[in-house]
């Protein structure tokens, strides 16, 4: 009994419950944050995504975690790959988050490198969580011949792996490579697979389980517009704190028409797998039959002239 009072009296005296002590300081906004609270974006037909700054990143992973606990995605090989820690290697299939581990000969800011503090051995180690990027322009959506992939209330890229018939057309019209089939022996082998975007969670008002459980809210989730406006004075503060190097990967100036998952990089975007400018593969569809009835027309003019020659 008095450890139970003494637990109560010092659980009293040195609270740190946010509510009761708002100096205390806590990742975001607490509670607060769209990373936590409820939503009704699906019901409202909001445009939701995700912003993702690696420079708030811990590379503790709990992001991969938390996304094949929920989704029931199976695991893709225990490999050792021996690039730094990283060991699932890149998106597909069976891996719907990728904690990128990045080391460079660079210098992060205004940190003091080398070993005397003479800038004379530069490094930086960025992680970096990629994911689909829900393209406003999906090629794997035009590409799909049977229906499967849709979009969503919330502007999401959905595979129904129930009606795809596993041939292959979304895995080569992706920009990014993101989605893949399943090899065998795996659950569901032939079909294509990549994030839901937690989809099921958010008909139910629940954040996507990777943003949910990120200790650092380097994953943010919320209003499309909201994470845009938030991203870009994330970009302006860093600069102002010495990232020069600092730029938001969101491409709305090609086809693909910007991204609901887009990024806060250090550099230049292939550092990172992106490609600079990702097109689908649509706009090549202009270009391609206007060669196809020039060839047509020049076929058919010479197989007339063969003809009148011959008679």
């Known amino acids: 009994m008095l450890e139970c009072r003494s637990n109560?009296?010092?659980?009293h005296q040195y609270s740190i419950t946010p509510q009761l002590h708002p100096s205390i300081p806590m990742i975001g906004e607490g509670t607060q944050s769209t990373n936590q609270r409820r939503h009704s974006y699906v019901h409202d037909n909001v445009e939701v995504g995700f912003f993702?700054?690696?420079?708030?990143?811990?590379g503790c992973k709990a992001c991969e975690v938390a996304c094949k606990e929920w989704n029931d995605v199976p695991d893709d090989g225990f490999t050792w790959l021996g690039n730094s820690y990283d060991n699932t290697g890149h998106l597909g299939a069976s891996t719907w988050r990728h904690v990128l581990f990045l080391e460079q000969d660079q210098q992060k800011g205004e940190q003091i490198v080398g070993s005397l503090g003479d800038e004379a051995d530069p490094f930086r180690w960025v992680f970096f969580s990629d994911v689909c990027k829900h393209c406003e322009e999906a090629g794997c959506l035009e590409a799909c011949p049977t229906g499967s992939i849709v979009r969503t209330e919330v502007g999401s890229v959905l595979v129904q792996d129930d009606v795809c018939n596993g041939c292959g057309y979304c895995v080569v019209s992706c920009p990014f490579g993101v989605i893949n089939r399943r090899p065998e022996p795996l659950p569901n082998a032939g079909g294509a697979f990549k994030c839901t975007f937690c989809y099921d969670r958010q008909k139910s008002g629940l954040v996507p389980a990777c943003a949910k459980v990120c200790p650092?809210?380097?994953?943010?989730?919320?209003r499309l517009d909201d994470l845009r406006a938030r991203a870009s004075q994330r970009v302006e503060e860093l600069k102002q704190n010495g990232y020069a190097d600092a730029q938001l990967y969101d491409p709305l100036q090609t086809s693909v028409r910007g991204i609901h998952a887009f990024f806060l990089i250090l550099g230049e975007p292939e550092a990172y797998g992106l490609p600079p400018k990702p097109q689908v593969p649509t706009i090549h569809l202009k270009s391609a039959w206007t060669s196809a009835i020039a060839t047509a027309i020049g076929a058919l003019i010479a197989v007339s002239?063969?003809?009148?020659?011959?008679?």
């Open 216 to 222: 650092t809210e380097s994953i943010v989730f919320g």
């Open 8 to 11: 109560e009296k010092i659980s």
């Open 305 to 311: 002239c063969a003809f009148a020659f011959l008679s």
């Open 52 to 58: 993702t700054d690696p420079t708030v990143c811990i």
